[in-house]
């Protein structure tokens, strides 16, 4: 039976289109042949799928949509202060890293390594900098009280990143990660669609690692009242970039 249907999800396959996958899913696009199709139809399929899945996602973070966390891998030492957790191994396009407790609960590096999710909720305490170290994570949800080890992010496929509104630490918007009072851009998604960006006038500084390994990136436009190291465009990866100051 040739597969139309994959479910982005739990990546159950059907030859007619479900109204509604096992798993809550409903957002289904009919899969392109790539070696029957062209490549540009098969990536346009691939970022649609991505989009649904994103929604999905969306729905889930804000609980309209019921799931159910993964089940982690979980290192509890009783003399320290924090509950770290080493691994997810729900093994589905989806993963909600989530553990309640009396203390704090840190997401350590790697949680997804050589994992095929594609889509991640963080909803602990704090995650590490290297959190998604070697995963395939490309839609990134923090929640309400998640904090980042260094105020830094791995520079992987993120293309999707999404803060909570309650969130103490910091905002999200158009996929961009900002400080909580919006005035500091911290993290520019590196597979974020569009050649061009405009810093919003709202951003006064802009972090020093903030522009890593653009995908699509080529120009940015930044106005004369943001304070940014010009030497941060300096790497290998970003000297294609043109600065346009407005």
Do not use: W
Not at 79 to 89: P, Q, R, T, V
Not at 165 to 187: G, H, I
Request: hydrophobic share 35%; proline share 4%; glycine share 4%.
């Amino acid at each position: 039976m040739k597969r139309l249907f994959c479910c982005p999800v739990c990546y159950k396959e059907y030859e007619i289109k479900p109204e509604k996958c096992s798993c809550g899913f409903t957002d289904f696009i009919k899969e392109v042949d790539y070696f029957e199709q062209s490549r540009e139809l098969y990536e346009k399929y691939e970022n649609d799928l991505l989009f649904s899945l994103y929604k999905f996602t969306k729905a889930v973070f804000y609980g309209k949509i019921p799931y159910a966390p993964d089940v982690l891998d979980v290192i509890d030492h009783p003399s320290n202060k924090e509950i770290y957790i080493k691994g997810a191994c729900g093994n589905r396009g989806l993963a909600l890293v989530k553990l309640e407790g009396d203390r704090p609960c840190v997401a350590d590096d790697g949680i997804l390594a050589f994992d095929k999710t594609n889509a991640l909720i963080i909803d602990v305490d704090e995650i590490t900098s290297n959190l998604l170290d070697e995963s395939l994570v490309k839609i990134l949800f923090l929640g309400p009280k998640c904090k980042i080890e260094n105020n830094r992010l791995l520079r992987n496929s993120l293309k999707y990143l999404v803060v909570h509104r309650d969130n103490p630490y910091y905002s999200s918007e158009d996929n961009v990660l900002f400080s909580k009072d919006k005035r500091t851009l911290l993290y520019y998604p590196n597979y974020k669609k569009g050649e061009e960006y405009t810093v919003p006038s709202f951003v006064t500084h802009i972090e020093k690692s903030a522009f890593r390994y653009p995908y699509e990136l080529n120009k940015i436009y930044i106005g004369k009242h943001v304070k940014f190291d010009k030497k941060m465009f300096d790497f290998d990866d970003l000297k294609h970039i043109e600065i346009v100051c407005i």
